[in-house]
């Protein structure tokens, strides 16, 4: 028996999703266990003394930092409302770039230091604010030595501290950035709170023009998961998956998403049981998911929370896609957060809802009821065009993974070509004020009569939206689609922040100027914005930007095309991209080397992995069962032929021809795998290795693929090995 029917057969076996995971009665509201496992404002009002107490609102409202006083009276604090609720070990909790988080655990008790006395459970200010994990062996990029092995996690202390639960017990989780001995950034969340506070900086500056009793401008975020679930049995008997995230092989369903029905359909039961599971747990960690559904591609689901202040907002999502793992894993189910884990199909991606909010509460891209008029609004809104027409390499870079070049301009992703949607609304506002500065421009959003009794009528908004733009606007916020499905949206979040600084920043100094020759506030603005405007105007499109056309007439406004990771990561190393970073002290030039190194590294890791994996699907599943299914054919065409059925022998022959054919270019397009993959490791830069594996390696794995996904049609069924899409898309 393959392992394939081993798995469905395990499957056939478990109980009934209703036997399994009966129904619990009406649920808790998530009102009643919401950020229970948080140390919360609320929370720190019982366990902090009112001076502790208001010294960490203001570090986490205004940035401001804790002193040593407090953060002792915070370390007990935390102790007691940590072991009040069963917790044994705290652990800073920080990400590294590797793309995910890391946590090493340490124990609260503190064994006695006089013989023959008790140990107590202890938590000191200096435990809270420094540890000190090995940095060698995490990716540096060439900034430490192998022997430099010392590093330090230092306590965030604006994102909250939460309890995380597991069978063994809970754990204190500590948000920290994590940096080297010489204090370089070796984590995503140390440039991300460098880039948030630049933001807030120039931003406040620019709202003075406006209200000059703003104080802080925090940057939001809302992200949307997109995800796959398997049965984890499917999952096992596919080591791609295992391996590397997605399937190098497969053949495609005959049923795939071209019917178009399994998008907001209803959810399957025992999916929805994970679903239900998981939100719960989502919520006692303080991570405020709010919706979910049926994505487009099926076994493709989706999950949302409410909009957060960015860097808690950051830390949740990483937070949730390792609870939704471990839950899964109570479901008998996987989750695949690999941007595209299966040919044909809806990728996967993490839609960035990107806005701007001062301390006041004021949405500073909502465009009220008039936009042509709203110069606060057209002041921000610009200015982010600005920053994305200048700096649109940039954002590239920051999603540039192998993953992501799976899916970045098919199946609902955006292409990788970077470009703005505004809507033809206020592409027609841009236009006008360019022209002529402030200007009314009505927008066609008159309700719209159904001709349906008991219907209320359909309240138009200003625009349509754009699901092939990359960056489209959409209502008061930018989304960033391109963002992929495994990824940390820290890296994009910290390049849009630092671009939208810098354009802030020379957009002020421009506007001063004008004043100081002699031009009214309002003069100063107008002016200036109409020339970053017309400007700006060369990163939209509102178009399919799908399209032919479309990427010549980006070739044609000088817009990147960068296809391969190594193409988009270039711009890295150019002076200009090492200056916007170094200016705003986001990246030193050595970090931001080390960076492309890591990219490159990682890219040049992942194909290497992929191209090993498939040599052991080959070897250990494709060819065993081909070769089991042509001694099976080639047999009975010799029955064939002693029984006289001479056509029916002829038509065995032919079908065995042609699967021999595939098989005997499979295996020579393997051994060409083996020869590509062993040169490019022998190149002479990072850069070159990469470049290779894209141009040579990667194309000569979809060909192998292509020939194994027509044997996969041509075998007999019981003889092939691997699980199928149609068992891995639909069996629930």
Same mark, same amino acid.
């Given at each position: 028996?393959?392992?394939?029917?081993?798995?469905?057969?395990?499957?056939?076996?478990?109980?009934?999703? @209703?036997?399994?995971?009966?129904?619990?009665?009406?649920?808790?509201?998530?009102?009643?266990?919401?950020?229970?496992?948080? %140390?919360?404002?609320?929370?720190?009002?019982?366990?902090?003394?009112?001076?502790?107490?208001?010294?960490?609102?203001?570090?986490?409202?205004?940035?401001?930092?804790?002193?040593?006083?407090?953060?002792?009276?915070?370390?007990?604090?935390?102790?007691?409302?940590?072991?009040?609720?069963?917790?044994?070990?705290?652990?800073?909790? +920080?990400?590294?770039?590797?793309?995910?988080?890391?946590?090493?655990?340490?124990?609260?008790?503190?064994?006695?230091?006089? &013989?023959?006395?008790?140990?107590?459970?202890? +938590?000191?200010?200096?435990?809270?604010?420094?540890?000190?994990?090995?940095?060698?062996?995490?990716?540096?990029?060439?900034?430490?030595?192998?022997?430099?092995?010392?590093?330090? $996690?230092?306590?965030?202390?604006?994102?909250?501290?939460?309890?995380?639960?597991?069978?063994?017990?809970?754990?204190?989780?500590?948000?920290?950035?994590?940096?080297?001995?010489?204090?370089? @950034?070796?984590?995503?969340?140390?440039?991300?709170?460098?880039?948030?506070? *630049?933001?807030?900086?120039?931003?406040?500056?620019?709202?003075?023009?406006?209200?000059?009793?703003?104080? *802080?401008?925090?940057? /939001?975020?809302?992200?949307?998961?997109?995800?796959?679930?398997?049965?984890?049995?499917?999952?096992?008997?596919?080591?791609?998956?295992?391996?590397?995230?997605?399937?190098?092989?497969?053949?495609?369903?005959?049923?795939?998403?071209?019917?178009?029905?399994?998008?907001?359909?209803?959810?399957?039961?025992?999916?929805?049981?994970?679903?239900?599971?998981?939100?719960? #747990?989502?919520?006692?960690?303080?991570?405020?998911? /709010?919706?979910?559904?049926?994505?487009?591609?099926?076994?493709?689901?989706?999950?949302?929370?409410?909009?957060?202040?960015?860097?808690?907002?950051?830390?949740?999502?990483?937070?949730?896609?390792?609870?939704?793992?471990?839950?899964?894993?109570?479901?008998?189910?996987?989750?695949?957060?690999?941007?595209?884990?299966?040919?044909?199909?809806?990728?996967?991606?993490?839609?960035?809802?990107?806005?701007?909010?001062?301390?006041?509460?004021?949405?500073?891209?909502?465009?009220?009821?008039?936009?042509?008029?709203?110069?606060?609004?057209?002041?921000? %809104?610009?200015?982010?065009?600005?920053?994305?027409?200048?700096?649109? @390499?940039?954002?590239?870079?920051?999603?540039?993974?192998?993953?992501?070049?799976?899916?970045?301009?098919?199946?609902?992703?955006?292409?990788?070509?970077?470009?703005?949607?505004?809507?033809?609304?206020?592409?027609?506002?841009? !236009?006008?004020?360019?022209?002529?500065?402030?200007?009314?421009?009505?927008?066609?959003?008159?309700?719209?009569?159904?001709?349906?009794?008991?219907?209320? &009528?359909?309240?138009?908004?200003?625009?349509?939206?754009?699901? $092939?733009?990359?960056?489209?606007? $959409?209502?008061?916020?930018?989304?960033?689609?391109?963002?992929?499905?495994?990824?940390?949206?820290?890296?994009?979040?910290?390049?849009?922040?630092?671009?939208?600084?810098?354009?802030?920043?020379?957009?002020?100094?421009?506007?001063?100027?004008?004043? #100081?020759?002699?031009?009214?506030?309002?003069?100063?603005?107008?002016?200036?914005?109409?020339?970053?405007?017309?400007?700006?105007?060369?990163?939209?499109?509102?178009?399919?930007?799908?399209?032919?056309?479309?990427?010549?007439?980006?070739?044609?406004?000088?817009?990147?095309?960068?296809?391969?990771?190594?193409?988009?990561?270039?711009?890295?190393?150019?002076?200009?991209?090492?200056?916007?970073?170094?200016?705003?002290?986001?990246?030193?030039?050595?970090?931001?080397? @080390? *960076?492309? !190194?890591?990219?490159?590294?990682?890219?040049?890791?992942?194909?290497?992995?992929?191209?090993?994996?498939?040599?052991?699907?080959?070897?250990? !599943?494709?060819?065993?069962?081909?070769?089991?299914?042509?001694?099976?054919?080639?047999?009975?065409?010799?029955?064939?032929?002693?029984?006289?059925?001479?056509?029916?022998?002829?038509?065995?022959?032919?079908?065995?021809?042609?699967?021999?054919?595939?098989?005997?270019?499979?295996?020579?397009?393997?051994?060409?795998?083996?020869?590509?993959?062993?040169?490019?490791?022998?190149?002479?830069?990072?850069?070159?290795?990469?470049?290779? %594996?894209?141009?040579?390696?990667?194309?000569?794995?979809?060909?192998?693929?292509?020939?194994?996904?027509?044997?996969?049609?041509?075998?007999?069924?019981?003889?092939?090995?691997?699980?199928?899409?149609?068992?891995?898309?639909?069996?629930?």
């Amino acid at each position: 028996m393959t392992i394939r029917y081993s798995a469905l057969d395990a499957i056939e076996a478990v109980l009934p999703v @209703a036997d399994r995971f009966p129904t619990l009665g009406p649920l808790p509201k998530a009102s009643d266990h919401f950020g229970e496992n948080v %140390f919360h404002l609320t929370a720190m009002r019982d366990y902090l003394s009112e001076s502790a107490y208001l010294e960490m609102q203001a570090a986490i409202q205004h940035g401001q930092t804790v002193s040593g006083q407090t953060a002792e009276a915070v370390a007990e604090g935390l102790l007691k409302w940590a072991t009040d609720r069963g917790a044994t070990h705290f652990t800073h909790w +920080f990400q590294p770039l590797t793309g995910g988080v890391a946590e090493k655990h340490d124990s609260f008790y503190k064994p006695a230091i006089v &013989p023959g006395e008790l140990g107590i459970e202890a +938590f000191s200010a200096a435990e809270l604010l420094q540890r000190e994990p090995d940095a060698s062996s995490f990716p540096h990029g060439g900034m430490r030595g192998t022997e430099a092995a010392r590093g330090y $996690t230092l306590w965030d202390p604006s994102s909250p501290a939460f309890l995380l639960e597991t069978r063994n017990g809970r754990t204190l989780h500590l948000p920290a950035v994590f940096v080297s001995y010489t204090g370089e @950034a070796l984590d995503h969340k140390a440039p991300l709170l460098r880039s948030i506070e *630049r933001l807030n900086v120039a931003a406040t500056a620019v709202c003075h023009y406006f209200d000059p009793e703003v104080r *802080r401008v925090a940057a /939001t975020l809302g992200w949307e998961q997109e995800y796959f679930v398997v049965d984890k049995k499917l999952y096992n008997a596919r080591p791609d998956l295992v391996l590397t995230g997605r399937t190098l092989l497969g053949a495609p369903s005959p049923r795939g998403q071209q019917f178009e029905d399994h998008y907001f359909a209803a959810i399957p039961e025992r999916i929805q049981h994970f679903m239900v599971d998981f939100e719960r #747990e989502a919520g006692r960690v303080g991570i405020p998911i /709010t919706t979910r559904h049926n994505e487009v591609a099926p076994g493709q689901y989706e999950c949302a929370p409410m909009f957060e202040e960015l860097n808690p907002a950051v830390d949740h999502n990483l937070l949730l896609m390792d609870v939704m793992q471990r839950v899964a894993d109570r479901h008998d189910l996987r989750v695949l957060f690999h941007e595209k884990p299966f040919a044909g199909v809806n990728g996967s991606g993490k839609h960035n809802n990107w806005s701007l909010a001062t301390n006041k509460g004021k949405n500073l891209l909502s465009p009220g009821k008039d936009p042509g008029t709203n110069l606060q609004f057209l002041t921000f %809104f610009v200015n982010v065009l600005q920053a994305l027409n200048r700096h649109e @390499a940039v954002l590239r870079a920051a999603i540039a993974t192998a993953g992501n070049e799976h899916r970045l301009g098919a199946n609902e992703a955006p292409p990788a070509i970077i470009s703005a949607f505004t809507g033809s609304h206020l592409e027609e506002v841009l !236009h006008r004020f360019v022209q002529h500065g402030p200007t009314s421009v009505a927008a066609a959003t008159d309700d719209r009569e159904l001709g349906i009794r008991g219907i209320a &009528p359909l309240a138009l908004d200003a625009t349509d939206r754009n699901r $092939t733009s990359p960056f489209p606007f $959409t209502g008061n916020k930018f989304e960033f689609r391109a963002v992929g499905g495994g990824a940390s949206c820290s890296p994009a979040m910290t390049a849009l922040n630092v671009m939208v600084a810098d354009q802030l920043v020379a957009f002020k100094v421009a506007v001063d100027g004008r004043v #100081e020759r002699g031009a009214t506030i309002e003069e100063a603005l107008v002016a200036e914005l109409r020339v970053q405007a017309a400007d700006a105007l060369r990163i939209v499109f509102n178009g399919d930007n799908y399209s032919a056309d479309w990427y010549a007439e980006a070739g044609r406004r000088g817009l990147s095309r960068h296809a391969t990771t190594p193409q988009a990561l270039a711009p890295l190393a150019t002076a200009e991209v090492r200056d916007l970073y170094a200016r705003h002290g986001i990246f030193s030039a050595r970090e931001l080397d @080390a *960076r492309l !190194h890591i990219q490159l590294e990682t890219y040049i890791k992942v194909l290497d992995l992929e191209a090993r994996t498939l040599d052991q699907l080959l070897d250990s !599943h494709v060819y065993p069962a081909v070769n089991a299914y042509l001694d099976g054919q080639q047999a009975q065409a010799l029955r064939f032929a002693d029984l006289g059925m001479t056509d029916a022998a002829d038509h065995v022959k032919a079908r065995l021809g042609h699967v021999f054919g595939l098989l005997r270019e499979t295996q020579e397009l393997e051994h060409r795998l083996h020869l590509e993959t062993e040169a490019a490791h022998h190149l002479p830069t990072p850069a070159a290795v990469a470049d290779a %594996f894209a141009e040579t390696v990667k194309p000569l794995g979809e060909e192998i693929r292509r020939r194994v996904d027509q044997l996969e049609l041509l075998v007999e069924d019981g003889q092939w090995h691997l699980p199928k899409y149609r068992e891995l898309l639909f069996l629930r």
